[in-house]
DNA sequence: TCCTTCATGTAACTAGTTACATGATTAT
DNA sequence: ATAATCATGTAACTAGTTACATGAAGGA
């Protein structure tokens, strides 16, 4: 069977701590989902493939009348995963950002209407880092409650969006100045 | 009509100068295509799309018998460039990164195995941004050929790329060096 | 009582990529 | 000659989003 990228977030997620897809939803949104994201339209069919091809296996515990399948990865899973993260091949860094195109394209408006574009994409990436904070806050609250363990690389990536945010607000700080001062 | 994002790559490299689906392919290749890539599936159709619209218009001009289709932006097509462009309302910044992705899991690997990985993120940033640098002069060129002006707004968002890019292999750097000097 | 969260799943749709098909012109 | 570039388009596919449908449990 061929693994997609939803996969892996997947067993990745999986690799950390068993859980239902609602859980995996849950915690994609507050950790990869700021350079993966996943969707419900994706994980329930996912699991259930996975499932089929090995590499996660289920649980039903329900909770009184209300169903939840709890996933669990197995050894075939967790191999396939290190497989793939051991793999220094990758695709591409990509971003996809329609406000750079507004910029890209924003001398057909006058300077005065370029301001407001300005600082709406500034404060977009203030907003952006201090709302990964949160996030890095829950998901390491979400740890502490399973009592998992807090790993270095999860910090570090998670304040790699932070930081990344701070320097593209910075940057537009930056550009909003250089095209004043041309003026 | 409903305009999507293609729509607006189209009409906004028309905005500067006719061309044909061909050489519109060719300038995104080198310019928005770094945050809003586009493809000649989405292209042909998308320009007859506009023309039906009228907010482009086609005048054929072979080179013998090979066809060409010089499109054209219309009054009309310029308003509504400019109507988006203005507006401050925006989508999201979007990361989709596969390497990312893998750092995040790369707890399951050993830290031996952890290290190449690094040292392929950071080369693919150097070499993006020597590539950004590289697509900057050949956009000038094009520019230059064309006989259009050089927009300071070009060169800033085009520099954007290579600086930012230049700031992600700096943080991977620093990344590893976090990781190594932990042990 | 009522709202929020938990929980699973499908269907329809939209966007975008890749492969295919075709063929002329131009530069080496 | 022959390879690269110019040129247009469609078809099939893949990925991903959004809306819909359903309903229980728990907290305010």
Redesign the pocket.
Known sequence: MEL???SYVILGLLSERPG????LK?TADVSTRHFW??????I??E?KRLTEAGLVEVEKSP???????VYRITEAGREALELWVADTATGPFEVRDEMLLKLFFSDVIAPEERRPLLQAVEARHRMAAADLKAHGQKFRQTHAREGTQDLQIHKEILSFGVELHTWLADWYAGLHARLEEKR
Chains 1, 2 share one sequence.
Request: hydrophobic share 25%; glycine share 12%.
């Open positions: 997609t990228h939803a239902s897809g609602y859980d849950r994201a996943i969707s419900f339209g994706q329930y069919p699991l909770t009184g009348s209300r169903l939840r399948n």
